[in-house]
Nanobody, 125 residues
Framework: QVQLVERGGGLVQAGGSLRLSCAASGRASFSGYTMGWFRQAPGKEREFAAT????????YYADSVKGRFTISRDNARNAVYLQMNSLKPEDTAVYYC?????????????????WGQGTQVTVSS
């Protein structure tokens, strides 16, 4: 069973940075998987933030985070990261890591079979 554990959330002032990590386990390799970061703000639906193909490393971002967030993966550690810079109060949300073993665009939450428990990011103004 694939397990995902997110870390790195916290409270930061607007303009600051945070780096989220997602430790993936349950497979010897995640080659072929699509990994994603989603977020859900209070009272809002979960929304896509970023995705990466484990093989090849191609990435795609939501317009709202493009140019500020960077998704990456570490093959040796079976980990995925989300570097978040120039944070804004509207980035406040619970951030979730997700994994899909099936072919996926990576931008829709229904494409993912596995989810982490989430980590809270709060950006103060």
């Amino acid at each position: 069973q694939v397990q995902l554990v997110e870390r790195g959330g916290g409270l930061v002032q607007a303009g600051g940075s945070l780096r989220l990590s997602c430790a993936a386990s349950g497979r010897a390799s995640f080659s072929g998987y699509t990994m994603g970061w989603f977020r859900q703000a209070p009272g809002k639906e979960r929304e896509f933030a970023a995705t990466i193909r484990w093989s090849g490393g191609s990435t795609y971002y939501a317009d709202s985070v493009k140019g500020r967030f960077t998704i990456s993966r570490d093959n040796a550690r079976n980990a995925v990261y989300l570097q978040m810079n120039s944070l804004k109060p509207e980035d406040t949300a619970v951030y979730y890591c997700a994994a899909s073993a099936r072919p996926a665009t990576g931008i829709n939450d229904y494409e993912y079979e596995y989810w982490g428990q989430g980590t809270q990011v709060t950006v103060s103004s």
